[in-house]
């Protein structure tokens, strides 16, 4: 039976709706005298489908992408026993946290149905908070009101809401890890080895910007939905007004982190660009060095084989200070050539 006040919030496993779809429909046919569309049960259960909003005459369908720690399922045959897949992603476990996974929001009349992963934390930590807000409300004449959700349309945006902190809550380690990167990019002494963690790194925010903006299609197209079935929902205009105030809220959150998912991979591709300009600039450093070198050695080989020509006449050939004159020319030869290249700042730092 439906509550004389209130409204219900019915959340299942995705393997566990699957398994009891059947139940659910009864179960909702009896309560509020609606039925699921077969095409929105099959994106219910569907893992790979991208955030977005649908809705009929009768209920709104919110699916939205949360982060999940990797891979879990349940068997059909037992639905609730979580069977873990390790996580097949490579680098630094920073990453391994962008794995997503869907969870569907169905808003009928006075009912909210969830269907989350099997071992979603979002969804057990929010319903632990609100049980303990909903106690502290009974207990005390005083508390607000407030921290209980209104209606379903309140509670659905809530734990979107601690969806999206959790990406945001993401944005610190991430930069933490390329802040870590780009220093060695740029260390002269040191060698950059980890280019696959680099470019899964940048691969991972590639992914998470496409999230981030079926989030914020999804949130937006929820908002613009809104006035339009506030005529035909019992909706009052301070509700209808909180929810838009809350659906604005998540989406600002959404586009934060849309803002530096981007700048994120900014940076990544400048300080990868910068790595390649200033290994760039160590070979030039190093062909310049060598350039000299052979400048300055070029005369005196010049010298040494004009001498070693074998000619009967050849003059100083036979004197005895021939050979001190030869190296004292050769040494002024040598700091000429090094005093010159110097003045032209072809050697050292500069």
């Known amino acids: 039976m439906m509550p004389t006040s209130g409204y219900l919030w019915m959340a299942f496993a995705r393997r566990e709706f699957e398994v009891l779809q059947q139940s659910v429909q009864a179960t909702l046919d009896k309560l509020c005298q609606v039925q699921i569309v077969d095409l929105h049960l099959t994106d219910i259960l569907n893992n790979q489908l991208p955030s977005h909003f649908d809705f009929t005459s009768e209920y709104d369908l919110l699916v939205f992408r949360r982060l ?4 879990s399922e349940t068997d059909l045959s037992s639905p609730g026993t979580i069977l873990h897949t390790p996580s097949q992603r490579s ?36 319903a632990i908070r609100l049980l303990n807000s909903i106690n502290t409300v009974n207990s005390s004449a005083n508390a607000s009101i407030n921290r209980v959700p209104h209606n379903p349309s309140d509670l659905m945006l ?24 780009q220093s060695e990019l740029l260390n002269p002494r040191t060698r950059f080895k980890n280019w696959n963690a680099l470019l899964d790194a940048r691969l991972s925010l590639h992914l998470l910007d496409e999230i981030s903006e079926d989030q914020r299609s999804a949130v937006q197209d929820w908002i613009d939905s809104l006035d339009a079935t506030a005529k035909e929902s019992e909706t009052t205009p301070k509700e209808l007004e909180l929810l838009k105030l809350r659906s604005r809220d998540v989406l600002e959150h959404i ?3 849309v803002h530096h998912v ?8 400048t300080a990868v660009q910068m790595h390649f300009n200033a290994q760039s600039n160590r070979t030039n ?8 070198l052979t400048a300055i050695f070029l005369p005196l080989n010049l010298i040494t084989g004009f001498f070693g020509m074998n000619f009967e006449n050849f003059p100083y050939i036979h004197s ?6 030869t190296i004292f020319i050769m040494a002024l030869i040598s700091l000429f050539s090094v ?9 050292g730092d500069h």
Not at 158 to 181: A, C, F, K, P
Not at 320 to 325: A, I, K, L
């Open 255 to 257: 586009e934060r982190v």
């Open 285 to 292: 450093d190093i062909m310049r060095t060598l350039t000299v």
């Open 158 to 181: 809530r734990i979107v809401s601690q969806m999206v902190d959790g990406y945001l809550n993401l944005r610190r380690e991430l930069t933490r890890q390329l802040d870590h990167w």
């Open 320 to 325: 005895e200070n021939g050979v001190f004159w």
């Open 68 to 71: 999940a720690s990797g891979q």
């Open 262 to 269: 981007r700048r994120l991979e900014q940076s990544a591709e």
């Open 91 to 126: 680098g630094p476990p920073v990453l391994r946290k962008i794995d997503t996974s869907p969870v569907a929001f169905l808003v009928l009349p006075g009912i909210l149905l969830t269907v989350h992963p099997t071992d979603c934390s979002v969804r057990d930590s929010f």
């Open 339 to 347: 005093f010159f290249f110097w003045r032209k700042k072809y050697l």
